[in-house]
Structure formats: structure tokens, C-alpha cells
């Protein structure tokens, strides 16, 4: 047997998302594109006689941070150390880069060995929109790049400019001109996701939401109180937690913005 470990290809991207998708983390169907435009080095597989059989997702954002997700090794191949070997290259791509992961509750503390330090849980909601009237207008990248540098670790437009476009919807609540928060949604194996959401206050997330209709999903920071009990309050149901963890100095971000996070595999 011989392992080969190297950066995928677009379509083994889609495969590594397809492999999410049988794992149930419902990945957007256009997942691909914009993920390989954030950093087209920063998926990688291994490899047994040209057939994949694990995967990592290590996006460098910037010299100065990445971020660690899409990790899975195929059920027909694990206990062989193929996980660990694209875990391994992923870290040595980010190199000395601050890094975060979105945890499940499971290996927290093995990521915690490895020197990542939690930093806040996310709760994800499952409900059904009504779209309502709003004052959440259509929104491009230009309009909102600055709001999304303010609430994201890194400054990611290349990123940014792959994940605007349809079928994902971005839209953006203004106040005298200036961007108060945006939101995007986009189509996913069931219903759709939003991130990310970020936004001023409550009232201006719920804001943009009332833009959007049909089953979604939102991955929530828990000190979201506010919105979290009005997402309750219309029929939203909690679902599995994560943790955001960092290695290297924490970001530092206008926290109380972000109500939606972008994805659990990009951040």
C-alpha cells in the first residue's frame, strides 16, 4: 500500500464535500467553488493506488490566519492513520499562522491537546422561514467587504467574491448610507444555510432574515441571547454544538456582530 499525500483537485473537492454530505453536515451544493478560491492550496488528500481516501480542508487565509475543517477520513479507511496524515500536512501548510476549528463536543479536548483553546459554542437552529416585508436590500461585494473585515479574522475577497454569487443570496441592511449588517443564504443538500450573518444589533439580524424564506439552518454564537430566543420563539430547534477554538493568539473581532458564522468548514 502506498499513501500519496498532495492538494485536490476541483472535482475531489466536490468529492470531499460529497462525503460530508453522506456524514449529514449538509454542505451547500456550490460549496466547491468559492471554497478553492480561498485558498487553492488548502485542500488536501491522501491517496492509496490513485483512490482518495481522507481529506482536510487547511484554507491560509493570510499570513497571518487559517483555518482547519472538511476533515474526514472514508468509513472504508479508517484506523489506518490516513486521518492523522492529511491532519499533518494540513498543519504544516498554516505553518505558524494563528489557526481556528469549529469543534464537535467529542474532540474538544484532543484538539485542546493539541494546543487550540476554546474560545466561545455555537448552537445550530433548524426552522422554517416566512419571508416578511424588510428592509434588507440585495447586496454585492463592494458594499460589503469592509463590514465583513470587522467580524472575520482575516480580510478574504477572493473568497468573498466566489461565495456572492447565484445561487447564494447576499443582503445587507443600510442606515444613512452606511452597511449595518449582510447576510448571505445558500442552497445545500437539504433546504439552505445562512452565513454568514452579521449585523449591529439583534434587531438588525432578525432584519435580514425577514429577506429570506423556506428551511435553514444557522450556526449561532450562544451569547446571542437575544436572537437565539426569537429564532425559538418562531419555531427554530436547537440542534449539535460546536466550539470555536483557536491555536496561536485569538482574533481579535467585533464579536457582538456575528449572529451566523460563515461555515463550519471555512469559518
Known amino acids: 500500500m502506498t499513501r500519496v499525500i498532495r492538494r ?33 492550496d488548502g485542500f488536501i488528500g491522501a491517496f492509496v493506488d490513485g483512490s482518495m481516501v481522507a ?3 487547511a484554507v491560509a487565509y493570510d499570513e497571518r490566519f487559517g483555518f482547519i475543517g472538511l476533515y474526514i ?25 494563528t489557526i481556528g476549528l469549529d469543534g464537535v463536543p467529542e474532540q474538544q479536548a484532543n484538539y485542546g491537546r493539541m494546543g ?10 433548524t426552522g422554517t422561514l416566512a419571508r416578511q416585508t424588510s428592509a434588507a436590500l440585495p447586496a454585492e461585494l463592494e458594499a460589503v467587504a469592509g463590514y465583513d473585515r470587522a467580524c472575520f479574522p482575516a480580510e478574504r ?28 443564504s445558500r442552497p445545500c ?26 428551511p435553514v439552518q444557522i450556526d449561532v454564537p450562544v451569547q446571542q ?10 419555531g427554530f430547534v436547537p440542534g449539535f454544538m460546536t466550539a470555536r477554538m483557536y491555536r496561536g493568539p485569538a482574533p481579535r473581532l467585533e464579536q457582538h456582530r456575528v449572529f451566523g458564522i460563515t461555515s463550519l468548514e471555512l469559518g
Open 225 to 234: 441571547v437575544e436572537f437565539i430566543d426569537a429564532l425559538r420563539g418562531q
Open 189 to 214: 443538500v437539504e433546504g439552505y444555510k445562512i452565513g454568514p450573518l452579521f449585523a449591529d444589533t439583534a434587531e438588525v439580524a432578525l432584519k435580514l432574515l425577514g429577506a429570506m424564506s423556506g
Open 8 to 40: 485536490l483537485e476541483p472535482d475531489e473537492i466536490q468529492t470531499l464535500l460529497d462525503w460530508a454530505a453522506a456524514e449529514g453536515w449538509n454542505p451547500g451544493l456550490g460549496d466547491a467553488l468559492p471554497f478553492q478560491a480561498a485558498d487553492p
Open 157 to 184: 475577497r477572493d473568497f468573498l467574491k466566489a461565495w456572492l454569487l447565484p445561487p447564494n443570496r447576499c443582503h445587507a441592511v443600510l442606515a444613512s448610507g452606511a452597511v449595518r449588517g449582510y447576510s448571505v
Open 73 to 97: 477520513c472514508h468509513r472504508n479507511w479508517r484506523g489506518q492513520g490516513h486521518g492523522k496524515a492529511v491532519w499533518d500536512a494540513g498543519m504544516a501548510h498554516l505553518g505558524s499562522r
Open 55 to 57: 481529506g482536510i480542508s
Open 116 to 125: 487550540f483553546v476554546q474560545t466561545y459554542e455555537t448552537v445550530r437552529l
